[in-house]
């Protein structure tokens, strides 16, 4: 089985997991979004059935005073007939009536007797002796008044009852109306039929908000476990008594209800985790078998290198020239003796492989003498270098070579290196070799050269822009570095000769990179570091942007990041010229200034001196000079319009540049006041500069000093050296003759 997962590609094994990862947690979640749905109609159900409680208890508590009520007026109606019928002969009627609500229930009984003087010893129906006097029918209506008034007395009886109910019922307290044992009784009741068996306790609050009954052990504590219901439902709202109910058990009632799931919640969780464990192994266990792979790879070519130069020995041992010079044949010996002892250290190495399994790989770590170690290498190697009609030397400088190491795997790293130089040397050149130490400080630095072809290295470009397009943007931090730029600087690089630049390429690499990057379809932002020009035409063609950051330093990050991020308007100007190619430029070794700069250069820039973009715009108006003619020693005012069109704040950095028409051999343009201005958004203002009168010098190249010369000069403005983009100030007549000036 774990073979099966080993071979499985890295990828295979990471889309599993997340599967199977994402459906456990989806059980997860499914099981408790089912227990909080179960909780959430479980609350909602105990909440109504201790609604319907309170309500069937409160109707008990009002059936109860209204029984009460109709026995004390019983009782006195009895009375009164009583007190009646001790003066005469009185008869004594019973009625008994019950009291049924809507529902059908019956909650009680009552009976009402009524009292009359005597009894009427008519017959309940007679026929009149006189024919005509008393009829059938009158008889029939005399009885039927007779059970009429009984009816009106009853029912002025129960009225009587209802109309002190409402009006004098209310005024009474509460403990006179309510029997909190009976309430007691009326709750529990009312619970039971709801199906709510659970301990709960009581309190009774009267119309004034003050406690009248309480449970012993009542608690507040929980409102959500607490309940209150109106004793009686008729009284007016002012006077309305409360009972208030709570049930401290609630909580452990309602998980009771849902606590079955709470295992398969456990179990599921187990076998997550248990799951996360399982993808751990298969990872650690592919890990260890790649590293026992390449081992295995490594090896092969650890073992033919001392094999071949043993094999090498053994030819040269046969050589009759070999046996007559002892100094030969000892260095042979030595050779085969080194590489035996090397072929040994392999041996033990292929041993320590089981310890990878057990994670227990320990190095043999002691002092050793770098200079020292590597003179056996170089003697051990010579004779590989030679068979190929090579040389090999060193230059072992190092005044402090000892070093901590492993000495088996330090030699490995060094044969592999020399071993590599002899592979990738190249065909038509005799291999040259030179091992080199020094020390820097706190360092021991070991150098292997050759003259070989190197070795290639493959870039998976869409591997990285792969990864990279998961982002909403991309950044993409590139340039030059600083090591690679100055004068007479030891670098032996593509585009690069000694500290001078070949070429104003971008590296290669950065380019294709780019390239990939752009296919993913995110914005892609070019954060470009050096400290000279490159041509970036096909990245400012198809990048969304440029971020000229120089060599920032220790703040650069924040700096390029608010500048990103919108937290900063950005006011930089370019202090050079970013030109197309470079085959826009003379060679580098030829320092005559024609085409270069912006003040020699004819061509057309990518990005001109003085360039630079922020998050608003800005409109220049027709400027205005305070004089057209400036004799010698004279300064003037240029006043320029200036409008924020933007919608942001921002800072302006305006350029002012002189012409000589003129001097055909001199600059196109100067650039000769400059000065940085802030404008809020929608705002604009008229900018003064002060021109003074070195302004206007030019060389002369007849007395080889700067002076203002005779003539007239054109003034241009704006905020870039971009011919396209400058205005002229206005122009201007001859000189006077009053001393040498210039007219604009």
């Known amino acids: 089985m774990s073979v099966n997962f080993v071979t499985m590609k890295k990828s295979t094994i990471w889309i599993l997991g997340v599967v199977m990862g994402l459906s456990f947690i989806s059980l997860l979640y499914l099981q408790i979004s089912y227990i909080e749905e179960m909780v959430k109609m479980r609350n909602e159900q105990f909440d109504e059935s201790v609604k319907r409680a309170l309500m069937a208890a409160s109707k008990d508590v009002e059936s109860a005073e209204v029984d009460r009520w109709l026995r004390e007026d019983i009782s006195e109606a009895e009375k009164r007939a009583w007190e009646q019928s001790s003066q005469g002969k009185g008869v004594v009627q019973t009625q008994r009536f019950t009291v049924t609500a809507p529902d059908g229930t019956k909650y009680s009984a009552i009976e009402l007797k009524t009292f009359s003087n005597e009894a009427s010893e008519l017959p309940r129906a007679m026929i009149s002796r006189k024919h005509g006097t008393k009829t059938i029918p009158q008889t029939s ?29 209310s005024d009474k307290a509460i403990e006179e109306r309510v029997n909190f044992k009976n309430l007691d009784q009326y709750l529990k009741s009312g619970l039971i039929d709801n199906g709510i068996e659970l301990n709960y306790h009581f309190k009774v609050i009267d119309r004034d908000g003050r406690e009248v009954y309480r449970c012993s052990d009542y608690s507040d504590e929980g409102s959500e476990s607490s309940y209150s219901q109106p004793l009686f439902l008729n009284d007016p709202p002012a006077r309305m008594s409360i009972v208030k109910i709570h049930f401290p058990g609630k909580q452990d009632y309602i998980f009771d209800s849902v606590s079955f799931m709470i295992p398969s919640m456990i179990f599921t969780f187990v076998l997550l985790i248990t799951f996360i464990f399982t993808i751990y192994i298969v990872f650690r266990q592919k890990k260890l078998t790649e590293m026992k792979n390449d081992f295995i790879n490594n090896m092969t070519h650890e073992f033919k290198t001392p094999i071949s130069t043993i094999s090498l020995a053994a030819q040269m041992l046969k050589d009759p020239a070999v046996g007559k010079s002892p100094a030969m044949f000892q260095h042979i010996s030595g050779v085969i003796n080194d590489e035996t002892k090397r072929l040994r250290f392999q041996v033990e190495k292929v041993l320590q492989m089981s310890m990878f399994d057990r994670q227990k790989a320990t190095l043999k770590m002691k002092e050793l003498d770098a200079n020292e170690l590597i003179t056996g290498v170089v003697n051990t190697f010579a004779l590989k270098v030679e068979r190929y009609n090579g040389k090999i030397e060193s230059e072992l400088k190092a005044t402090d070579p000892i070093i901590f190491a492993d000495e088996m795997h330090i030699t490995n790293v060094i044969f592999n290196l020399m071993d590599n130089a002899v592979k990738y040397k190249r065909p038509d050149v005799d291999l040259q070799l030179m091992v080199k130490t020094w020390n820097e400080p706190g360092k021991l630095m070991i150098s292997v050269q050759d003259n070989g072809i190197g070795i290639k290295k493959e870039i998976n470009y869409k591997e990285v822009a792969d990864k990279a397009a998961e982002a909403d943007a991309i950044i993409f931090v590139g340039g030059l570095s600083p090591t690679l730029e100055g004068e007479e600087m030891p670098v032996d690089l593509p585009g690069f000769r000694k500290g001078d630049r070949t070429n104003i390429d971008l590296p290669h690499v950065q380019a294709e990179m780019l390239k990939a990057l752009k296919k993913t379809g995110k914005p892609v932002i070019f954060v470009l570091c050096s400290g000279s020009t490159l041509a970036l035409p096909w990245e400012a063609e198809n990048l969304d942007a440029i971020l000229e950051a120089w060599y920032p330093g220790q703040q650069g990050g924040t700096a390029v990041a608010d500048v990103l991020f919108g937290d900063y308007n950005p006011a930089g100007r370019l202090p050079l010229t970013f030109y197309a190619s470079s085959n826009d430029l003379p060679d580098f070794e030829d320092y005559d200034m024609s085409n270069r700069t912006y003040r020699y250069f004819k061509g057309k820039a990518l990005f001109p001196f003085g360039h630079g973009l922020s998050y608003t715009i800005f409109d220049y108006g ?42 055909k051999e001199g600059p196109i343009k100067t650039l000769r006041a400059f000065r940085r201005v802030s404008l809020p958004a929608g705002q604009t203002e008229n900018i003064r500069i002060e021109l003074p009168a070195s302004t206007f010098e030019c060389f002369n190249p007849s007395t080889n000093r700067m002076e203002i010369l005779p003539g ?33």
């Open 712 to 744: 007239k000069y054109e003034l241009l403005y704006g905020g870039t050296s971009d011919e396209k983009a400058l205005q002229k100030s206005g122009a201007g007549g001859q000189n006077g003759k009053r001393g040498r000036g210039a007219a604009l």
């Open 622 to 663: 027709k400027a205005k000079v305070d004089k057209q003619n400036v004799r010698a020693g004279e300064g003037m005012t240029l006043t320029i319009p200036l409008k924020n069109t933007g919608k942001l704040d921002g800072d302006e950095v305006i350029q002012v540049y002189l012409r000589n028409p003129a001097d």
């Open 141 to 169: 209506r005399s009885l039927a008044d007779a059970i009429k008034n009984r009816y009106l007395y009853q029912r002025a009886l129960l009225d009587e009852v209802a109309w002190q109910m409402i009006y004098r019922a």
